[in-house]
């Protein structure tokens, strides 16, 4: 069964920088979207930003230029650099991979706290 998995996440103080990436366990077919969601704290899970097979990007308002979702397809990997850090950002990050046949792969989260 393929799994993804993230890694990067961790502490960081606002301001800071953090670079998250998923991987898939093996290699996975017609991935048309990958993408970013995050599920603080008491609140639902939310897109943070998608990338399509074809390089076109969408980011949530809140993290509009400062966070950039990038892939690489030879690698089944995305990557979300996230900038200048804010406490609100503090959630479990979650990466989502869609292909064009519909099957859709999550990872199991990885944490990301931003201090004040």
């Known amino acids: 069964q393929v799994q993804l998995v993230e890694s990067g996440g961790g502490l960081v103080q606002s301001g800071g920088s953090l670079r998250l990436s998923c991987a898939a366990s093996?290699?996975?077919?017609?991935?048309?979207?990958m993408g970013w969601y995050r599920q603080a704290p008491g609140k639902q899970r939310e897109l943070v930003a998608t990338?399509?097979?074809?390089?076109?990007?969408n980011y949530t308002e809140a993290v509009k230029g400062r966070f950039t979702v990038s892939r690489d397809n030879a690698k089944n990997t995305v990557y979300l650099q996230m900038n200048s850090l804010k406490p609100e950002d503090t959630a479990v990050y979650y990466c989502?991979?869609?292909?064009?046949?519909?099957?859709?792969?999550w990872g199991k989260g990885t944490l990301v706290t931003v201090s004040s």
């Open positions: 093996r290699v996975i077919f017609s991935i048309n979207t």
């Open positions: 990338i399509s097979n074809g390089g076109s990007t």
């Open positions: 989502n991979f869609l292909t064009f046949y519909g099957l859709n792969y």
